[in-house]
């Protein structure tokens, strides 16, 4: 068995039992039945993923930022150079981006992993040397990549993930850094979700209308030439895709093989979650949706992973900062289910307890 | 000048030139203008309060949970004993709700104030006793409380925002606890807003249809009984509103006066802002929307405040649990502007500078 095959077998569904206690337990504290809402939901996941009610702090927390080129970025889809991908990996490293002034806020560690960045980057602390290779191919020529490479970023991510989870992390983040890689995800989401280039392609970080129609077109010519199959996502993701993209569908899979949840950031995560999802149905347990990007493929791409974002915020940065932002809900909720006293404990009336104070009538 | 006069005196403007600096700030920031959307609003916002930039970090915050009684229980406006609004708050003290839970996990110091709670409540730690009166009365018997109580719970409110902000909180959240205050909240929103009774008021806690008819009905039957005047918001908390909402009005008019920023929690502090801004328009300034609560007279108070809710999780519990869960979207917000590099700083290529790399036009 290769990693991946060993990884997607251990994908399992969430705990039946463990989502009936939490969902019991919830009922129990001190506040109205449902009141917490969506917050309720996510305490309840983490329960059966965990397999057991309360699930552990989903702390310690880790972002791993995926790096990567792109060889469609020849195409013309950013006014962006491509050199902004390696300075902004400079940049994290130095701790002057916004991820890391988010990371610093919210308590996460950063970790950028280059799996593809089209420049020979000098070992530095915090940077994780895992190059597949530099930078794509331009998808409107032919494959991004070989299959063979599309495996081995994939397994780049089994393998990032499980030594995060075995650094100590019980949170895993998804981020990313790539010029013009939402070009590479409106092309993963239009396949894989079914949906017209035109509805899933964004301005990215700020196209102008010219460059938008483009950057359509581009996808449109992509799909045209490669006529993927959605039943071979591996082939989807060498054809189109990016190597962060790869990476972080495989980040998936591996912090779902070991039950640990993952925040997703923007597009580029919910179309690698898209190809993890075709890989194995079940990693979507494993999976929150940090936020809603402006990105116009992210909300049909989530809602083919039946994922609610926690965040809304017109954000459209990557990095992993939708998901560093949505970070201490998640922490919150399970912290609600863990630690809050019930109504029997705290002496609370409920409204909703048999024989209870309402019951009697006396509130009428 | 009474406290309260001194108080609407001070409350003033955001600062013209200090948002101008922190806009082109944000614009030299290494990330795409305009990318972190919502949070880029708040950081100058929150400039604005304070008169420079960056803004000081908001940090450490308080959360004040004001709790009362309502006579408009005596009308079956809900299934929950009047009783929980004291169990509930010994909750609080005790550390057991998902208050403390919440607060615990942000960061934040919890403070109980007693300002109408309808049972005499031992002294512990944490909790600030200022009773103005043991609940109102009901509401459709005549008004809710005295004008001259009213006054007295505003500026409550004004001395315990003050106190808070003595102690070096920079951050102030509003929390609120009391059996029926959603009743009111729905009385104080449909006069503020002009908004009718069936649109605003909701199911608070969880009631079913019947009640939610009385509800209504009772809502009806005491603006009719009192034909307020919205430009008198006095007289209107007087009639129809608790103790908490007045409270909670000066709280937010004495965090203006002294330009510390806060966060609103749910309908009760939307209703209690609308108070507040009809008796000093300038305190919107001040204000963050923590959430946007499930209650649906939070929509129309939020636009009338012109405030856009940080977060949209379906919540409906109160005591502060919205306001907590923004917290950490706020201190991000500002974290970024004040320590990410700019583009100069960190040697990143910036499109949108004249000159610049993609001025060269070398992406086309």
């Known amino acids: 068995m290769t990693l991946l095959a060993d990884t997607l077998e251990a994908v399992r569904p969430l705990d039946a039992s463990a989502m009936a206690d939490a969902r019991e337990r919830q009922d129990r504290l001190t506040k109205p039945r449902g009141s917490l809402g969506v917050l309720e939901d ?20 880790a972002v791993a930022v995926f790096a990567g080129d792109h060889g469609v970025h020849a195409q013309g889809v950013t006014p962006w150079p491509q050199e902004v991908t390696v300075q902004m ?6 701790g002057g981006a916004v991820v890391n002034a988010a990371a610093v ?10 799996v593809g960045v089209a420049a020979a980057l000098e070992p530095v602390p915090g940077l994780l040397p895992r190059k597949v290779r530099a930078g794509t191919d331009d998808m409107t020529d032919g494959p991004a990549m070989a299959r063979d490479e599309a495996l081995r970023a994939l397994e780049t991510g089994i393998e990032v993930a499980r030594d995060l ?5 019980r949170m895993l983040l998804t981020g990313d850094m790539g010029i013009a890689n939402t070009t590479a995800a409106a092309a993963l989401i239009a396949v894989l979700t079914g949906a017209d280039p035109a509805e899933v392609t964004g301005r990215g970080t700020g196209v102008d209308d010219a460059t938008w129609t483009r950057k359509v077109e581009v996808v449109r010519r992509a799909l045209a030439l490669h006529q993927l199959d959605p039943a071979d996502p591996v082939g989807v993701v060498a054809a189109v895709g990016g190597l962060e993209h790869a990476a972080t569908a495989g980040f998936l899979l591996g912090a779902a093989a070991l039950r640990v949840p993952v925040l997703l950031d923007g597009v580029t995560a919910a179309a690698a979650a ?71 404990g705290a002496g609370v009336a ?15």
Do not use: W, Y
């Open 105 to 114: 806020q919210v308590g996460a560690e950063v970790c950028v992993v280059d």
């Open 350 to 364: 409920d409204k909703d307890a048999a024989g209870g104070p309402s019951a009697s009538g006396r509130v009428q």
């Open 165 to 169: 989870a075995n650094a100590g992390n």
């Open 89 to 94: 990996v400079a940049n994290f490293l130095a």
């Open 274 to 344: 898209l190809v993890a999802q075709a890989l194995a149905p079940d990693v979507t347990g494993t999976l929150v949706a940090g936020h809603l990007s402006v990105e116009p493929g992210a909300r049909p791409a989530l809602d083919r992973l039946g994922l609610r974002p926690l965040v809304d915020l017109d954000l459209r940065l990557g990095e992993g900062s939708g998901a560093l932002l949505a970070l201490p809900l998640v922490q919150v909720a399970v912290r609600v289910l863990r630690d809050v006293s019930s109504f029997d």
């Open 42 to 61: 996510i305490s309840v996941q983490l329960a059966g993923l965990a397999g057991r009610c309360p699930p552990p702090m989903p702390e310690p927390a």
